[in-house]
Protein backbone atom coordinates (compact mmCIF):
# COMPACT_ATOMS: atom_id res chain seq x y z
CA UNK A 1 0.00 0.00 0.00
CA UNK A 2 1.68 3.34 -1.40
CA UNK A 3 2.30 6.33 1.55
CA UNK A 4 -0.32 8.16 -0.79
CA UNK A 5 -3.32 7.27 -2.92
CA UNK A 6 -2.30 7.45 -6.52
CA UNK A 7 -4.64 10.14 -7.44
CA UNK A 8 -2.91 13.02 -4.38
CA UNK A 9 0.37 11.54 -5.35
CA UNK A 10 0.49 12.72 -9.30
CA UNK A 11 0.45 16.76 -8.51
CA UNK A 12 3.59 15.86 -6.14
CA UNK A 13 5.45 13.71 -8.55
CA UNK A 14 4.44 16.95 -11.37
CA UNK A 15 6.16 19.33 -8.91
CA UNK A 16 9.34 16.99 -8.57
CA UNK A 17 9.65 16.96 -12.22
CA UNK A 18 8.86 20.62 -12.66
CA UNK A 19 11.65 21.85 -9.85
CA UNK A 20 14.12 18.78 -11.37
CA UNK A 21 13.72 20.55 -14.70
CA UNK A 22 13.75 24.06 -13.52
CA UNK A 23 17.02 23.10 -11.89
CA UNK A 24 18.47 21.38 -15.11
CA UNK A 25 17.62 25.07 -16.62
CA UNK A 26 19.05 27.39 -14.50
CA UNK A 27 22.48 25.34 -14.71
CA UNK A 28 22.43 25.33 -18.11
CA UNK A 29 21.77 29.21 -18.17
CA UNK A 30 24.71 29.66 -15.65
CA UNK A 31 26.76 27.34 -17.61
CA UNK A 32 26.23 29.56 -20.86
CA UNK A 33 27.47 32.28 -18.96
CA UNK A 34 30.46 31.03 -17.55
CA UNK A 35 31.29 30.11 -21.43
CA UNK A 36 30.77 33.77 -22.68
CA UNK A 37 33.03 34.91 -19.90
CA UNK A 38 35.67 32.35 -20.61
CA UNK A 39 35.31 33.11 -24.58
CA UNK A 40 35.40 36.88 -23.89
CA UNK A 41 38.67 36.55 -21.44
CA UNK A 42 40.05 34.00 -24.05
CA UNK A 43 39.86 36.81 -26.95
CA UNK A 44 41.58 39.59 -24.66
CA UNK A 45 44.27 37.44 -23.94
CA UNK A 46 45.09 36.29 -27.39
CA UNK A 47 44.75 40.10 -28.43
CA UNK A 48 46.95 41.13 -26.09
CA UNK A 49 49.72 38.38 -26.90
CA UNK A 50 49.40 39.77 -30.65
CA UNK A 51 49.76 43.11 -29.79
CA UNK A 52 52.81 41.81 -27.38
CA UNK A 53 54.07 39.83 -30.86
CA UNK A 54 53.62 42.63 -32.68
CA UNK A 55 55.34 44.99 -30.41
CA UNK A 56 58.78 42.42 -30.12
CA UNK A 57 58.78 41.84 -33.53
CA UNK A 58 58.82 46.17 -33.95
CA UNK A 59 61.27 46.44 -31.10
CA UNK A 60 63.75 43.77 -32.81
CA UNK A 61 63.44 45.53 -36.23
CA UNK A 62 64.10 48.80 -35.15
CA UNK A 63 67.72 47.36 -33.18
CA UNK A 64 68.50 45.70 -36.55
CA UNK A 65 68.00 48.87 -38.56
CA UNK A 66 69.86 50.56 -35.90
CA UNK A 67 73.01 48.15 -35.92
CA UNK A 68 73.38 48.77 -39.81
CA UNK A 69 75.24 51.41 -41.03
Do not use: C, N, W
Not at 10 to 15: I, L, R
Request: glycine content about 2%.
Amino acid sequence: MPALPLHEAGKYVAGAYIVFVALILIYVVIMAIRLQRIERELTELDELAERKEREAAEDSSEREEARVP
